[in-house]
């Protein structure tokens, strides 16, 4: 039997814009079909025609089926070949997140399957269910262009087993997985590939369905930034003993080729018939369903059946035992939350910043605010990778009693990167406010007037402004109201301060910056640790369990010291005002924060 040919696109849509996304993907199968060998297959992620967050917009991205497949066929003139597309359906007066299936090449296109996403997030970032319909068809295997068989999970669909044992009971070979799933966290493969945690935890998933029902799984990967949120690509092809055939890059555009042969089915099936066992057994797992109800949903408990006690007794004495007890790790973890793979992580901001600076907002340059501290300096040496040295503006902002460190230090980064330097003595401006009687309003005019410079440089130089804030300061309420946190863009706002530095390190970030006390020095002599009480290195894993919904007694018990645990509950709870967008009167369904009618208000 002839190898299946598969090739997987690792797609980055542009978002909300569903006829520039077709043109595209059409020419990503062009390209498809001028591979020697041509894939019989060729597979796109989950909403590749608009992106995904697009939410309220959904309803103008949304297109039919017989839509989607024209405007592909339009687009195609070559050998047959089968393509899976995930997009936001049209049907019956409804939408749906949905995956087509359409085989491209004869006179007119021929639609094999349309699957209606089933599982709709609601949690996190997810609100899906909000704003499309729930898949009322479940999963079915169908046949293809190729000879055998296939099914389409659509994301969280794969995540309940039930879904993919349906498809490998209805004769499904291969499980067709587009995702449009961001990436979260630090971790590794099996094979200590630096790997978001969500893409390791997404491959274990995959290769468990793969090897329990013996099939192929090709998991199909969005790429690119939407809002911040990363899609991280690394799709995946799975064998079915649950290995690994292929896996696609980080961050980046590719089309994935792989080659299955459906001979290993039969071998993985022999050698492990759990398929096998459960069509055998099925009758049996399934018999008690529907029994028992009494209505409003609720079950009768079943009578227990089992024999009764015979022989007589067979104990005469409790036998004294010992043996070894072993307990999780306080709380439950070992390893350190906040650990991350700092090359990973690189790659990663290096990637958001490329999408959000150049891709979606149009800027070939990015102007940075250098304090002469970690964080700028961090959010400087990110940008001359992503942007190029000769894109990147450095600008120092001293005051008449800055520290001559910090403009020393902002010009060794000067230095080191090779990027242009601006420098602007904020003192007039500062000192014509007459604040000179009150050092915290001071300071506020200060930070203020610095953002004032920066955006006034953005205008002069057409280039964005970078933040430099970090997690911690956020959480802590440590910056200055419509001041460091105005930047459009900010690299460094999902690390604590702890993060910062390992990664700066990891960059090469110089170590007089990374070892010197963090200070806004906005105050001669101020030190921000001890204008807290307390340091990064406690704060930011007591932050870390706080902010997961942790009590403050939970985080005590974890081992954190209950003086530290309250003084950054009471800093967390007493700045919550600061991390919130201005509150408006909600007068319509329209409002600001609340609903769009537009994917390109996101």
């Known amino acids: 039997m002839a190898p299946v040919r598969l ?37 796109f992620p989950e909403t590749a025609t608009s992106g995904y967050f697009v939410e309220g917009g959904v309803r103008e991205v949304a297109v039919t089926a017989g839509t989607l497949a024209r405007d592909l066929h339009a687009l195609y003139d070559g050998p047959p070949i089968d393509v899976a597309v995930g997009f936001y359906e049209r049907f019956q007066g409804h939408i749906y997140n949905a995956g087509l299936y359409v ?15 089933v599982f709709l997030p609601t949690y996190g970032m997810f ?45 499904a070979q291969l499980l067709i997985v587009p995702s449009a799933s961001p ?70 555009e590719a089309l994935i080729t792989a080659e ?7 071998h993985a099936r022999a050698d492990s018939p759990l398929l096998a066992d459960l069509q055998s057994a099925l009758p049996i797992l399934t018999k008690g369903l529907g029994k028992g109800e009494t209505g409003h949903g609720k079950r009768r408990a079943a009578k227990v059946r089992f024999d009764p006690a015979t022989n007589g007794s067979h104990v005469s004495h409790v036998s004294r035992v010992s043996f070894p007890v072993s307990r999780p790790a306080v709380g439950g973890e070992r390893d350190d939350p906040l650990a991350l793979d700092p090359e990973l992580m690189r ?63 902002a010009q060794l980064v000067i230095d080191r990167l090779g990027i242009e330097s601006v420098t602007v003595d904020i003192t007039p401006a500062v000192d014509g406010h007459g604040t000179d ?39 802590l309420g440590y910056f200055t109201w419509h001041a460091d946190d105005s930047p459009p863009v900010n690299p460094l706002g999902d690390l604590f301060k702890t993060q910062v530095r390992a990664l700066a390190r990891h960059v090469g970030v110089p170590d007089v910056i990374l070892s010197k006390p963090a200070t806004p020095d906005l105050v001669p002599g101020q030190q921000t640790e001890q204008d807290y009480g307390f340091t990064y290195e406690q704060a930011d894993r007591i932050l870390y369990y706080l902010i997961r919904g942790y009590g403050a007694e939970e985080v005590v018990a974890r081992g954190f010291d209950p003086a530290v645990v309250a003084a950054v509950q009471k800093r967390l709870d007493s700045t919550h005002w600061k991390r919130r967008l201005p509150t408006v009167a909600v007068l319509s369904q329209t409002a600001i924060g609340e609903y769009y009618l537009r994917p390109v208000d996101y």
């Open 437 to 475: 009687d009150d050092p915290h309003r001071r300071g506020n005019v200060m930070a203020r007037e610095r953002m004032i410079v920066l955006f006034d440089l953005s205008a002069k130089h057409h280039a964005l402004p970078l933040g430099t804030g970090n997690k911690s300061e956020r959480l």
């Open 103 to 117: 085989t491209l090449g004869a006179k007119k296109p021929e639609v094999r399957h349309v699957h209606r996403k």
């Open 127 to 171: 609100d899906e269910e909000r704003f499309v319909d729930r898949g009322q068809e479940g999963v079915r295997a169908f046949d293809t262009g190729w000879g055998g068989r296939a099914a389409i999970l659509i994301c969280e669909d794969a995540w309940h087993s039930l879904a993919g044992t349906i498809a490998a009971l209805e004769g």
């Open 260 to 266: 299955l042969d459906l001979e290993l089915l039969t």
């Open 7 to 43: 090739g997987l696109s690792q797609f980055r849509p542009d978002k909300g814009e569903y006829a520039k996304n077709v043109e595209r993907i059409g020419g990503v199968i062009a390209q498809a079909a001028r591979l020697d060998p041509k894939p019989d297959l060729v597979v």
């Open 183 to 252: 990436g979260r966290g630090s971790g590794a493969a099996d094979d200590g590939s630096p790997l978001p945690h969500s893409v390791v935890r997404w491959e274990r998933i995959v290769r468990g369905i793969a090897e329990e029902h013996g099939v192929f799984v090709a998991l199909a990967n969005l790429v690119g930034f939407e809002g911040g949120k990363g899609f991280p690509g690394a799709s995946a092809v799975i064998d079915p003993m649950g290995n690994v055939l292929v896996r696609g890059p980080l961050f980046e």
């Open 347 to 409: 790659k990663w901001l290096v990637s958001f910043l490329k999408d959000e600076v150049v891709r979606r907002r149009g800027f070939t340059k990015g102007i940075v605010g250098l304090s002469g501290g970690v964080d700028s300096s961090l959010t400087a040496f990110l940008a001359a990778e992503a942007l190029g040295p000769e894109n990147v503006i450095g600008v120092r902002m001293p005051y008449r009693t800055s520290s001559p460190d910090s403009l020393s230090h």
